[in-house]
């Protein structure tokens, strides 16, 4: 590893296509223990802060763009995308694709 740290060298996934994306955009989503291992892996997408939530923990720890597609919905990313905190490489990452997020914070 380098000195910049874990999260600049880590490998992070990215959708093909934002039009992939096909989760859930309401009712209480449980994540994997892989995804989350804290003690509440549970989040109700109705609730703001548990989709915001939910997302970046999401984004950050998947390990294949199935993990994206399964739990994140493009609509509702759209939404987000503006109050997500995500380490800069990962938002750099869908950014340097998905330059239309971007936009949508604008």
Known sequence: MDGRGYGAVRPYVVPDT????????????????????????????????????????????????????????????QRLWPELILPPRVRALWLDRFPELQRQAA
């Open 18 to 77: 934002l039009e992939e994306l096909a989760g859930p955009v309401r009712g209480i989503v449980s994540l994997p223990h892989y995804l989350d291992w804290g003690p509440k892996r549970s989040y109700d997408l109705e609730q703001v802060a548990d989709a915001r939530l939910m997302y970046m923990r999401v984004i950050r720890e998947s390990a294949t763009p199935d993990d994206l597609r399964h739990f994140l919905n493009a609509s509702l990313l």
